[in-house]
Nanobody
Framework: QVQLVESGGGLVQAGGSLRLSCAAS????????RAWFRQAPGTEREFVAV???????IYADSVKGRFTISRDNAKNLVYLQMNSLKPEDTAVYYC????????????????WGQGTQVTVSS
């Protein structure tokens, strides 16, 4: 059974940092793209970042320069380092895994975690 489990969310003040982790199990994920999405209350889920099997990355403009996505294929882990956090980053963050060249669209991803809450206070 494929599972993605996020951890590392919490409450942080504006300007602070958090690191999210996503552990995957049930199959080999090294060839898949791994991504983070987020959803704030009353809004649609939005793309945050993706890292492909090659190591290439894509970021949403809203997080570029502040967030860094990375992966450890040996451990089936993916991370999201979030620095200089802003109140508008408050959301439930979801990790996802999809096809090798998956990009910004949620429909490109086959596997999803349950989410972890990130709250940034002003």
């Amino acid at each position: 059974q494929v599972q993605l489990v996020e951890s590392g969310g919490g409450l942080v003040q504006a300007g602070g940092s958090l690191r999210l982790s996503c552990a995957a199990s049930g199959r080999t994920f090294s060839s898949l793209a791994r991504a983070w999405f987020r959803q704030a209350p009353g809004t649609e889920r939005e793309f945050v970042a993706v890292i492909r099997w090659s190591g290439s990355t894509i970021y949403a403009d809203s997080v570029k320069g502040r967030f860094t996505i990375s992966r450890d294929n040996a451990k089936n882990l993916v991370y999201l380092q979030m620095n200089s956090l802003k109140p508008e980053d408050t959301a439930v963050y979801y990790c996802a895994a999809g096809g090798t060249y998956a990009g910004r669209a949620g429909a490109e991803y086959d596997y999803w975690g349950q989410g972890t809450q990130v709250t940034v206070s002003s």
